[in-house]
C-alpha cells in the first residue's frame, strides 16, 4: 500500500475560490477564470455606470423637449466593434485552453478509470495489466480521511509524468472528475472516452462522481495518490503481486461454480 501522508489540494472551510491547482491544466483554467471575473465585473460596472448617467442625463425633469435622435454611426460602429473585440481577447484564451485539454500529448503511462453503481475500478494496461476496484470507507474506517472522500484503495500515479485516462462505465453514465487537476471526463457505458493529467506535486487528492448516476452517486469517491517515481515503481511490484494472486482466486472460484453447475 502507498500512504504519502500529505494531503494535496484539499477544500478548506469557508472556501470562496478553487482548490490549489495540483496541475498545469488547472493552473491555466484558475488563470482564465480570474481574467474572466476581471473582464466580467469591469464590463458591468461600465454599465451600471452607463445606466446611472443615462437615468440623471436624461431625466424628464432635465429634458422638458425629448431628443428625436433616431440614430448615430459614431455609437453604432463603437457598441458593434467593441463587443466583437472583447469576445476575441475571450476567445484566444479560451481555445488555447482547450486545445491544452483535448489533444493529449504523448502518455509516459496510461490508467483506464471504470465506473460502476456505485465505485470506481482502475487498470494498469502498461504495468502488467493488473487492476483493482476503490470503494468508500465508512466513517468508522476513514480513520483522518475526509468524510465520504475517503476509500480502501487509489489510483497511484507518479510526479510529473503525463497519465492518460481512458474513461468509461460498465453500467450507467458516470463522471471521473478530479478538481485539483482540473479533470472532468464522462464515464459513458460502450465508449472510451480520455482525457490526461500531469501532477507537479507529490500528496492525496479526491474528487467524485460528477454525473447523476443512481441513489449512491454522492458515495463514490476517487482517490489519486501521487508519489515519487522510484516509490510509484515499488507499489506497482507489490501491486502485481496482490491483484494477479485476486484474480486467480476468483478464476478458481468461477472455475468450481462451472463445474458444479455442469454435474448438475
Not at 494472486?245 to 472460484?253: G, K, L, P, Q, T
Request: net charge negative.
Amino acid at each position: 500500500s502507498v500512504t504519502t501522508g500529505a494531503w494535496a489540494a484539499q477544500p478548506e472551510d469557508w472556501q470562496l475560490g478553487f482548490q490549489k491547482a495540483g496541475s498545469e491544466n488547472m493552473t491555466m483554467i484558475t488563470e482564465f477564470n480570474d481574467f474572466l471575473l476581471i473582464l466580467m465585473t469591469l464590463i458591468c460596472i461600465f454599465v451600471l455606470g452607463l445606466m446611472l448617467y443615462v437615468m440623471v442625463r436624461f431625466r424628464a425633469s432635465a429634458n422638458p423637449e425629448p431628443s428625436k435622435t433616431t440614430h448615430n454611426t459614431l455609437v453604432e460602429v463603437i457598441w458593434t466593434v467593441v463587443p466583437i473585440v472583447i469576445l476575441v481577447v475571450i476567445a484566444i484564451p479560451s481555445f488555447r485552453l482547450l486545445y491544452f485539454q483535448r489533444v493529449i500529448p504523448e502518455a509516459e503511462m496510461t490508467v483506464k478509470a471504470v465506473g460502476y453503481q456505485w465505485y470506481w475500478g482502475y487498470e494498469y494496461p502498461d504495468h502488467g495489466d493488473f487492476a483493482f476496484d476503490s470503494l468508500m470507507l465508512s466513517d468508522e474506517e476513514r480513520g483522518d480521511q475526509p468524510r465520504l472522500l475517503a476509500t480502501d484503495t487509489a489510483m497511484v500515479v507518479p510526479v510529473d509524468t503525463t497519465v492518460r485516462v481512458i474513461v468509461t462505465a460498465a453500467d450507467v453514465l458516470h463522471a471521473f472528475a478530479m478538481p485539483a487537476f482540473g479533470l472532468k471526463m464522462d464515464a459513458v457505458p460502450g465508449r472510451l472516452n480520455e482525457t490526461w493529467f500531469k501532477a507537479e506535486e507529490t500528496g492525496t487528492y479526491y474528487g467524485q462522481c460528477s454525473e447523476l448516476c443512481g441513489i449512491r452517486h454522492a458515495f463514490m469517491p476517487i482517490r489519486i495518490e501521487v508519489v515519487e517515481k522510484a516509490e510509484f515503481a515499488a507499489w506497482v511490484e507489490e501491486a502485481q503481486n496482490e491483484y494477479a494472486e485476486i484474480d486467480n482466486a476468483d478464476a478458481m472460484v468461477a472455475s468450481a461454480e462451472l463445474q458444479d453447475a455442469s454435474r448438475q
